[in-house]
T-cell receptor, first 111, second 111 residues
Framework: DTGVSQDPRHKITKRGQNVTFRCDPI?????LYWYRQTLGQGPEFLTY????????KSRLLSDRFSAERPKGSFSTLEIQRTEQGDSAMYLC?????????FGQGTRLTVV | SQELEQSPQSLIVQEGKNLTINCTSS?????LYWYKQKYGEGLIFLMM?????EEKSHEKITAKLDEKKQQSSLHITASQPSHAGIYLC???????????FGQGTRLTINP
């Protein structure tokens, strides 16, 4: 158990709907990462927080994606107007360095 | 941008046999991270290598970093069914606060 929990574990949504995922790292994790993983591929970086500050965003993160980490604790990732191409596993990792300890992930299926 | 290539992409071995997975980088490696992933689940951190020639072990899994070859290898001795899963290498993209991952190696252990 890494201490990082993600909710929900699975989400099926219709195209065009908005979805929000939550990640709860342990309190010592001042860094928080979001990655996206499609079938048969390695994770791709989406965004990174140092405490409550969002310090980097990937070009993969279009205007439909937004992430927050209020008060440097839990984080949310919202996808607006979902598209079929958004179907993937969304992984959240927390840590004090690059070696993030990941949660179980949220698998999103857009139908 | 840095790219990581893992070989082989998939591997089937008989229980008790030894095996090696390689991770080759297109650029200099400043840090190399190995993770294991069960199908449909999150990533489990195995170990981190930072110096050329460094070798680390975790139970029956040993990883080495060859800076000159820009390569890391992961060796499993006397494989067990519990070793089955997807092994991912992630590289420290120097100066960037994120990891770049390989595409993964799917390991199957036959009894």
């Amino acid at each position: 158990d890494t201490g990082v929990s993600q909710d929900p574990r699975h989400k099926i949504t219709k195209r065009g709907q908005n979805v929000t995922f939550r990640c709860d790292p342990i309190s010592e994790h001042n860094r928080l990462y979001w990655y996206r993983q499609t079938l048969g591929q390695g994770p791709e970086f989406l965004t990174y927080f140092q405490n409550e500050a969002q310090l980097e965003k990937s070009r993969l993160l279009s205007d439909r994606f937004s992430a927050e980490r209020p008060k440097g604790s839990f984080s949310t990732l919202e996808i607006q107007r979902t598209e079929q191409g958004d179907s993937a596993m969304y992984l959240c990792g927390g840590g004090t360095g690059l070696a993030a300890f990941f949660g179980q992930g949220t698998r999103l299926t857009v139908v | 941008s840095q790219e990581l290539e893992q070989s082989p992409q998939s591997l089937i071995v008989q229980e008790g046999k030894n095996l090696t997975i390689n991770c080759t980088s297109s650029k200099t490696l400043y840090g190399l991270y190995w993770y294991k992933q069960k199908y449909g689940e999150g990533l489990i951190f195995l170990m981190m290598l930072q110096k050329g020639g460094e070798e680390k072990s975790h139970e029956k899994i040993t990883a080495k970093l060859d800076e000159k070859k820009q390569q890391s290898s992961l060796h499993i001795t006397a494989s067990q069914p519990s070793h089955a899963g997807i092994y991912l290498c992630g590289a420290d993209n120097r100066g960037a606060q994120k990891l770049v991952f390989g595409q993964g190696t799917r390991l199957t252990i036959n009894p």
